[in-house]
Nanobody, 115 residues
Framework: QVQLVESGGGFLQPGGSLKLSCAAS????????MAWYRQAPGRQRELVAA???????NYADSVKGRFSISRDNAKNTVYLQMDSLKPEDTAVYYC?????????WGQGTQVTVSS
């Protein structure tokens, strides 16, 4: 069974930093592209960042220059480093992977940025 477990969310003030983790099991995640999405109440879930099996990355314009996605293949884990956080970054952040036509999501981790 493929499972993704996000962690690292929290409550912090604008300008702060967080590093989210997505631990995968039941899959060798390094073989696949993985992504971080986020969803705020009343909004569509949106792609934040993605990383390919070879390590190439893409970012939403809203987070470019502030967020960085990376992976540690030995730990079967994908990370999202978030710097210079803004209130508009407040959302539940989800990890995602697709394998053999199936899409898998983690349970999400809450990030709240507020003064």
């Amino acid at each position: 069974q493929v499972q993704l477990v996000e962690s690292g969310g929290g409550f912090l003030q604008p300008g702060g930093s967080l590093k989210l983790s997505c631990a995968a099991s039941g899959i060798i995640s390094s073989f696949y592209a993985m992504a971080w999405y986020r969803q705020a109440p009343g909004r569509q879930r949106e792609l934040v960042a993605a990383i390919s099996s070879l390590g190439s990355t893409n970012y939403a314009d809203s987070v470019k220059g502030r967020f960085s996605i990376s992976r540690d293949n030995a730990k079967n884990t994908v990370y999202l480093q978030m710097d210079s956080l803004k209130p508009e970054d407040t959302a539940v952040y989800y990890c995602n992977v697709a394998r053999r036509g199936s899409v898998y999501w983690g349970q999400g981790t809450q990030v709240t940025v507020s003064s």
